[in-house]
């Protein structure tokens, strides 16, 4: 059973608008995350372990975020919220609980955009809130006449493949149902983008397993891709460090002295390869006419649905 607890403040305002996201805010409305994949920077930060069986659901989160959102709104301080930060909005345990159904009801009594950031198929549940937020969002200045809507949905992968997925995000929905629930999204029009935070070296950032992730996308019709290589942090029992390179030992062993060569003393993979991974997604990004940023995307879409009604 998870843990019930209550904080003192729900929403998390940053200094300064996320470059990749685009939010101004955060809400985190369970404590750690039952997807439990093993890669997740939450493991071994400062942020904690990030273990299933730490799972806790804070109880108090509506009323405060009604109240926080209540004043920022008077204030005319409308940004987008990211949901999730540091978790998925849509755990197991929330078709129990129902925070982010509630929450995402508050929002849109507010008007604040929102950016649903998620691995999970249970979005679809709330199609009706997603739609209102959609639509009557409040935007900033600069992001009204760029973005189609208040509205900003990212699916989460790290690989196209299951059996890859069972090993490295082994409590998450597999990548084949986030997949079909994408193309659903889609067809209710929503502006629909993929994070690939983070690619696996050496298991997903192939020439061809790029080309195939890519591929897929595009022919889904997704609207952005925001790609990114992997961090692993802390040498502890739960840390992500530990748990990655004990599955590699498992089920990818040849891979291991590479892992153990670029990070033994460092968190993420060194500059060149991180160089050559961005050269190889802006060729990609061409190739397959797939845009590598939000606002970009936005540009794109916009075009085409005017050009939809034009014609």
């Known amino acids: 059973m998870p843990k019930e607890i209550e904080v003192k403040s729900i929403l998390n305002k940053s200094k300064h608008r996320d470059s ?6 955060s809400i985190n409305l369970y404590s750690s995350c039952s ?3 093993l890669y997740c920077y939450i493991r071994g930060s400062k942020y904690g372990s990030n273990l299933a069986s730490s799972l806790s659901v804070k109880v108090n989160a509506i009323d405060l975020l009604r109240k926080q959102l209540a004043v ?7 940004g987008f919220i990211v949901a999730c930060s540091a978790t998925d909005p849509y755990p197991k345990i929330e078709t129990e609980y129902k925070l982010t159904r509630q929450a ?7 008007r604040f955009p929102v950016h649903m950031l998620t691995k999970s198929p249970l979005i679809e549940r709330d199609i009706d809130l997603l739609k209102q937020i959609e639509k009557g969002a409040v935007l900033p200045d600069d992001l009204k006449s760029v973005l189609p809507g208040g509205l900003i949905i990212s699916f989460s992968f790290s690989t196209l493949d299951d059996d890859v997925a069972k090993i490295f995000e082994p409590g998450a929905p597999r990548p084949s149902e986030r997949l079909a629930s994408i193309g659903r999204l889609l067809e209710q029009g929503f502006f629909v983008g993929i994070s690939l935070m983070p690619l696996l070296p050496w298991i997903a950032d192939t020439t061809e397993k790029l080309e195939e992730t890519f591929s897929t996308f595009k022919k889904l019709g997704v609207h952005f891709l925001l790609p990114a290589t992997l961090t692993l942090f802390g040498n502890e029992k739960a840390s992500s460090k530990t748990l990655y390179f004990r599955a590699l030992e498992k089920h990818y062993p040849e891979l291991l002295p590479k892992y153990l060569k670029y990070f033994e003393n460092s968190n993420e993979m060194p500059s060149y390869y991180w160089n050559a991974f961005q050269k190889k997604m802006r060729e990609l990004s061409v190739a397959h006419q797939i845009q590598l940023s939000i606002l970009d995307g936005a540009k794109v879409y916009n075009n085409e649905k005017n050009n939809t009604f034009e014609g």
């Open 20 to 25: 990749w996201f685009l939010s101004e805010y």
């Open 72 to 78: 920022k709104a008077k204030k005319e301080q409308h």
């Open 35 to 37: 997807f439990n994949c």
């Open 104 to 110: 995402l009801g508050v929002i849109a009594q507010h």
